[in-house]
Each structure stands twice: as structure tokens, then as C-alpha cells.
């Protein structure tokens, strides 16, 4: 259960916890994550040092795009190592019912070796916008969005 009524003071010991190897209790799922979102303009030629992708992108057109990117703008493109994790794993309670049956689909329809990563999660997202009718015996749109984020964050978590 998520603690609520975060503070400031809160968010700073649980970095420091962080550090000392001792995560203090803040909410749950992904626990050691902190996100952060930027109100305002953010500049690739100005903000921007290096570009981090997964190495399951490697020889794909994500790599395509980031190196054309990284060109551009004369950033380095960095890759980090291969997060995955194995279907099986997967279970209902960490990331809900419909998880598990969506990533059964992806390793079937994308004939997967029963391990999910970055680049598959993403192809078999636009493959559920662009052949919509295909997925939706899993769940609504909405269900089938909300569910790939959860593969994500799965994999952030697991992989």
C-alpha cells in the first residue's frame, strides 16, 4: 500500500536510504524509482549530453533513428545493457490479470523465445494501434494501453 501525504523531507531521507542501501518504505511497486517530469521547453541541442537506449534495440530502427539523432545534435549515444525478464514469471498480483495474457501474445505473435525486453514490448505496442482487432480479445484499448505500461514497468523493475 502506497504511503500517502509525501513530503519533501520524506522524498530526501528516502534518497539518502537509497544510498546507505536501505530503502525506506514509500510506496509500492517500484519502490526505488523516482520519476520526474519537466514542466517547460527542453532544448536536445542545449540540455542534452547523451542519449541512453537498451541494447535490444541494436539493429533496429530505434538504433537507426537514435544514431541519426545523436549525429544531429552531436550527443553520445550510449547503450545500456539488456533488460528482459521471463514470461513466466509474470504473475497477476504485481501488475494486475491482463499482464500476463498480453505478454503471452507477444511472445506469440512475434514468435518470442519466452522472454520479453524493451524492443519487443515496443513493437507489439504499435502493432496493437495499428492492427487493433487483433488485441482486443485481451481488453479494451485503454486496458491494453495501461497493460503495456505495465510490461514496462516490469521490466524496469525486473529486468
Not at 145 to 155: T, V
Request: charged content about 20%.
Amino acid at each position: 500500500m502506497a504511503e500517502e501525504n509525501y513530503t519533501v523531507q520524506k522524498v530526501v531521507e528516502y534518497i539518502i536510504s537509497m544510498q546507505r542501501g536501505s530503502l525506506l518504505k514509500l510506496g509500492r511497486n517500484l519502490d526505488h524509482y523516482i520519476e520526474t517530469h519537466i514542466h517547460g521547453s527542453v532544448s536536445i541541442l542545449e540540455d542534452v549530453e547523451s542519449l541512453h537506449i537498451d541494447e535490444s534495440f541494436a539493429s533496429t530502427n530505434v538504433e537507426d533513428y537514435a544514431k541519426r539523432l545523436a549525429n544531429q545534435y552531436n550527443i553520445e549515444l550510449c547503450y545500456i545493457p539488456k533488460r528482459q525478464f521471463p514470461i513466466n514469471e509474470i504473475d497477476d498480483v504485481w501488475r494486475g490479470p491482463l499482464a500476463r495474457p498480453l505478454a503471452d501474445r507477444i511472445n506469440t505473435v512475434f514468435n518470442g523465445n519466452g522472454m520479453l525486453d524493451a524492443a519487443l514490448i515496443g513493437i507489439a505496442s504499435q502493432d496493437s494501434v495499428s492492427n487493433k482487432s487483433s488485441w482486443l480479445d485481451i481488453g479494451t484499448e485503454f486496458d491494453l494501453f495501461q497493460n503495456f505500461k505495465y510490461l514496462w514497468h516490469y521490466l524496469a523493475h525486473f529486468g
